[in-house]
């Protein structure tokens, strides 16, 4: 079974950038889908961009665009969230997923998550 680790998480300031990055155990291109969520405090989680992993296509929340990168290194096994123009309200902890079985939903659907890593974003 898949297993995601989450990196790269720190309080900075706005306007900071960040780059988090996501380490799976196994080949990621096994995958449907790969992505970023995150969750603020009292919030429920939200989608910031997902990857599909074999055909390279990327989907990112409005919020994001302009501002986030989403990419991947399939000989790392690895995913990134780089984060430019931080802002305040991106503080929360976020989260890795990737769709291993598909869900023939239409969205990238997890089955697998990481641990998560947290944003801090302060003035």
């Known amino acids: 079974q898949m297993q995601l680790v989450e990196s790269g998480g720190e309080s900075v300031q706005t306007g900071g950038s960040l780059r988090l990055t996501c380490t799976a155990s196994?080949?990621?291109?096994?995958?449907?889908?790969m992505g970023w969520w995150r969750q603020a405090p009292g919030k429920q989680r939200e989608r910031v961009a997902n990857?599909?992993?074999?055909?390279?296509?990327?989907y990112l929340k409005d919020f994001a665009k302009g501002r986030f990168t989403i990419s991947q290194d399939k000989n790392k096994n690895t995913m990134y969230l780089q984060m430019n123009s931080l802002k305040s309200e991106d503080t929360g902890t976020y989260y890795c997923?990737?769709?291993?079985?598909?869900?023939?939903?239409?969205?990238?659907?997890?089955?697998?998550w990481g641990q998560g890593t947290q944003v801090t974003v302060s003035s």
């Open positions: 196994v080949d990621i291109s096994s995958t449907q889908c």
């Open positions: 997923g990737a769709e291993t079985v598909p869900s023939y939903s239409g969205t990238c659907r997890p089955d697998t």
């Open positions: 990857i599909y992993t074999r055909e390279g296509d990327k």
